[in-house]
Each structure stands twice: as structure tokens, then as C-alpha cells.
């Protein structure tokens, strides 16, 4: 059973910065893309960041070049969002997803994704 679990959410001012953790249990993800999307309160569940399959190419939206880094460590699991100069409009739910058979060109739609975590909620003040 494969288990995604996010942590590192809370309250930051803007300007702050904030470092989320996604841990996957059950499974290795060293073959999988990797992925993180948020959503904003009354909207939807938007991409954030990816890795492809292989790990070797990373994608980000244009609303958090720049200041989001995704990075992952295949020998413990986990995948990483570090986020700086935060924005009121980044306030989120921030998830993580993964899946195996996810190709480059789906890789920034939330259907490819057969696992998620729970979610982790980051709210940026003004």
C-alpha cells in the first residue's frame, strides 16, 4: 500500500519562505514522477512543481519560477518544496502526487496521478 504523507505547512508573512516534505512509504519512487500542486481556497487544484520519470528534468509553473524549488531524495523518499518569497495569492493546499506512468507532456495534469497525500496547508499573510 503506498502512502504519501506532506508536511511543513503553516502561516509565513510574505516575503517568508516555507520548506514542504512529502515522505512515500510502500513504495519506491525512484522510477515515478513526482509532483506537487496546491489549491487555493474556492478554486482549483493547480500544478506546481514535477520531476519527470527519470528525475532528470524539472518543470515549474511561471506563477512560482524562481522562487519554488522542487528536489527530491530517492534514498529516503522524499521529495521537497522549498518556497521562497511567498505571495498572499500562494496561500494553498499543498499536495504531493506520484505516479509511474506519467509522460512529460501529462505531467502538470492532476488525472495522471494515482497517489496523493493528504495535503498540507500553507497560508501566506500580508
Not at 522542487?70 to 495569492?89: C, G, V
Request: proline share 3%; hydrophobic share 35%; glycine share 12%.
Amino acid at each position: 500500500q503506498v502512502h504519501l504523507a506532506e508536511s511543513g505547512g503553516g502561516l509565513v508573512q510574505a516575503g517568508g519562505s516555507r520548506r514542504l516534505s512529502c515522505s512515500a512509504s510502500g513504495r519506491s519512487f525512484a522510477a515515478y514522477a513526482m509532483a506537487w500542486f496546491r489549491q487555493p481556497p474556492g478554486k482549483e487544484r493547480e500544478f506546481v512543481a514535477g520531476f519527470s520519470r527519470t528525475g532528470g528534468y524539472t518543470y515549474y509553473a511561471d506563477s512560482v519560477k524562481g522562487r519554488f524549488t522542487i528536489s527530491r531524495d530517492n534514498a529516503k523518499n522524499t521529495m521537497f518544496l522549498q518556497m521562497n518569497d511567498l505571495k498572499p495569492e500562494d496561500t494553498a493546499v499543498y499536495y504531493c502526487a506520484f505516479d509511474r506512468g506519467v509522460i512529460t507532456s501529462s505531467l502538470r495534469l492532476p488525472n495522471s496521478y494515482g497517489y496523493w497525500g493528504q495535503g498540507t496547508q500553507v497560508t501566506v499573510s500580508s
